[in-house]
């Protein structure tokens, strides 16, 4: 596994949280490796410390020890303001609760990141046209979220998280406002996009939603308690094979 | 860097778009602000007004005049009295010659007597001794007949001059020249009428009065010791510090007052008022202005309140804001833009509303505001004191908004 194909590369990281005079610790020590074009799902329970991780990987917060590199720049590192640029540039977040701007259409709450980019107003309405496009939304640009479905707001909420082309792409908890059907349909569009190249990392406390990933990694209390492919990853698909042909051959031997 | 002027044009069409989206709440804020510009723009432009009207009035009584009088000097009253004091005759007919700041004078003797024309008495009027320079002092208008000469002074005539109320209060013809009426018990023949001149009575000016004018010698003849006072003329305005001095160091000489004494006269000039008053004026409408100014500090903490409001309100859309990449300079200039854009949008109503104000008060009849305008540094100051009050009091809640951690942000209720 070369350097290059690292996406997110975490070694040691902690978090503390102070509640008064009590020291809470949500993350105890967490190694984990993710490379490019993996479809991986962090699940446990609440209090898992499943949440805190998935804020550090944004960026929206910061580890109290440990180091993170994302896409081979250490962000532990980094100022507030470059920490600023990172989310911008390398990050696509997926919110539970979509958090869209009410009174703003759908390509303009797109739009957002690129305003904090330098690009200009016309590139990035195109950028953002493209991106609504891709999540299946071109007829819906001009509305207003109040105007959406929840599944087209979350669809939005994705388009604006592609929009800057991020190196990863990270939902929380992304289907958990969601019924069932719509939930199979964003998932079927993570995987898509998964398909087409993208980098995606999904917290769900829903082993149904976990399914749909190539990789589960399960956390307890602060730490990783498991880290295995699911019958989705093509890689284990071959292994299944091989299990299973090494199975019947030793079945055979057994036999024989 | 081509960011920072696109994300200025965009915080501050989002500030536009805040400010119409809560609109009513926009317009109460908005308000202190609103009637702060306004008061300044009124109270300055109301004080210009008053200043030009009043300066026009001075203009009428004539910028280049010297009065001498007699004063009592302060503390003094045991050692001189009134008569003491009086300006002589010798003293005013050598005057012209010692002062040459001076181009002219004429001595006023007034007194108060009987006029009668036949039937008609008028049992007190003003007459005024005076001589030929004096409608050269005073610059008022011969609309019949003629004016005084120096052979009426020197030849002691009974000739004098009478106003249009005089004419109308002793029942003389229109065209009167010619006419003979009492004065003080002697016959004047009427050589001319001279035009009336008022001054605006909140300047100690009075309604026109009936006016007769008699030669200042022959006052004389009538008064042998009379009261009397000096109105010169400078050769120009500007002379009237030289054209004091002139007049005091003859003055004194004249009465022999020894150097530590007192001037037992005064010496006073309409420029010297003017520019008083040009100084008060200045001072009044500064003082007015800072005490209006008051209301635009009121205005500044209710645009901060509602600055501060609206950050906590909008805490999850700064978290969004944040987690999409908005830098905290960014923030901050989103608020600091937004607040600034709402007073000086408060600004432009009240500047329009002060404008309206001084135009109402400019169109009510006779008014002393008739030339009010609002000095373009008055505008600036509005203006500028509404962005400033927007920059200092908008930014602190845009300092707290910019420090907001995203994740804490976004977990606001």
Redesign the interface.
Same mark, same amino acid.
């Given at each position: 596994m070369s350097s290059v194909d690292i996406a997110i590369r975490i070694r040691g990281l902690e978090k503390v949280y102070r509640m008064g005079t009590e020291k809470v610790r949500a993350l105890a020590g967490v190694d984990l490796d993710i490379r490019r074009n993996e479809f991986v799902a962090i699940m446990g329970s609440s209090g898992s410390g499943k949440s805190t991780l998935m804020?550090i990987l944004?960026c929206?917060?910061r580890p109290t020890a440990g180091s993170y590199e994302l896409a081979g720049k250490p962000t532990h590192r980094m100022s507030?303001?470059q920490l600023? %640029?990172?989310?911008?540039?390398e990050i696509g977040?997926v919110?539970q609760s979509f958090?869209l701007?009410p009174?703003a259409t759908a390509l303009a709450n797109v739009m957002?990141?690129l305003?904090?980019?330098?690009r200009y107003?016309l590139s990035a309405r195109a950028m953002a046209r493209k991106s609504l496009e891709r999540v299946g939304l071109a007829q819906r640009m001009t509305h207003r979220p109040n105007q959406l479905s929840g599944g087209q707001r979350q669809r939005v909420a994705i388009a %604006?998280a592609l929009v800057?082309n991020p190196s990863i792409l990270l939902a929380d908890e992304p289907t958990g406002n969601l019924d069932s059907k719509t939930s199979d349909d964003i998932m079927m569009l993570f995987k898509q996009l998964h398909a087409e190249g993208q980098t995606i990392v999904i917290v769900t406390h829903e082993e149904d939603i976990a399914g749909h990933a190539h990789r589960i990694v399960r956390l307890r209390d602060g730490r990783i308690l498991s880290d295995h492919p699911t019958a989705d990853d093509p890689t284990h698909q071959t292994y299944l094979r091989l299990a299973a042909s090494t199975a019947a051959s030793l079945a055979q031997g057994a036999t024989a | 860097?081509?960011?920072i002027p696109?994300?200025i044009f965009?915080t501050v069409v989002l500030a536009l778009?805040q400010i119409f989206?809560n609109i009513v709440r926009s317009i109460l804020t908005t308000l202190g602000i609103v009637i702060g510009v306004a008061s300044v723009i009124t109270v300055v432009a109301a004080t210009d007004g008053l200043q030009k009207f009043v300066l026009k009035e001075f203009a009428t009584i004539g910028a280049s005049k010297v009065w001498v009088f007699p004063r009592m000097p302060p503390g003094q009253r045991d050692r001189y009295s009134w008569r003491q004091l009086r300006i002589t005759v010798p003293e005013a007919e050598g005057m012209l010659d010692r002062c040459p700041s001076l181009i002219r004078l004429t001595p006023i003797v007034e007194m108060s007597t009987s006029v009668s024309h036949g039937d008609v008495t008028k049992s007190v009027a003003t007459v005024q001794g005076v001589n030929s320079s004096w409608h050269l002092i005073e610059d008022r208008d011969i609309l019949q007949g003629r004016p005084f000469n120096s052979i009426d002074d020197e030849q002691r005539l009974q000739v004098c001059l009478v106003n249009d109320k005089a004419i109308e209060e002793l029942e003389l013809d229109a065209n009167c020249v010619g006419q003979r009426i009492d004065v003080g018990g002697r016959s004047f023949t009427i050589v001319g009428v001279v035009e009336t001149k008022t001054v605006s009575p909140m300047f100690g000016g009075t309604e026109a009065v009936s006016e007769v004018y008699v030669p200042f010698r022959t006052a004389l003849t009538l008064r042998p010791e009379p009261r009397m006072y000096i109105i010169a003329q400078t050769r120009s305005p500007e002379l009237f510090e030289d054209a004091r001095e002139e007049i005091r160091f003859y003055l004194r000489r004249s009465r022999d007052l020894k150097p530590d004494e007192p001037d037992t006269f005064g010496v006073q000039a309409i420029e010297a008022v003017i520019s008083q008053f040009k100084r008060l004026a200045a001072g009044l409408g500064v003082f007015l202005a800072g005490i209006v100014a008051i209301s635009l500090v009121v205005g500044g903490i209710g645009i901060m309140n509602i600055m501060l409001v609206s950050v906590s309100e909008r805490t999850?859309?700064i978290?969004?804001?944040?987690?999409?990449?908005?830098?905290?300079?960014?923030i901050l200039l989103q608020f600091l833009v937004e607040a600034v854009t709402l007073c000086l949008v408060g600004g432009a109503i009240g500047l329009a509303l002060g404008y309206m104000f001084i135009g109402v008060l400019k169109f009510i009849p006779k008014s002393p505001l008739a030339d009010a305008g609002v000095p373009f540094w008055a505008v600036l100051l509005s203006v500028g004191f509404s962005a400033g009050t927007g920059l200092i009091f908008g930014m602190f809640p845009a300092i707290k908004a910019a420090r907001l951690?995203?994740?804490d942000a976004?977990r606001h209720e």
């Open positions: 804020n944004g929206l917060d507030a303001s600023a %640029r990172v989310r911008n540039q977040f919110f958090e701007l009174r957002l990141p305003i904090y980019s330098s107003w %604006r800057t | 860097m081509m960011l696109r994300i965009q778009q989206a999850r859309e978290g969004l804001r944040k987690a999409v990449g908005a830098q905290p300079a960014v951690n995203p994740i976004l």
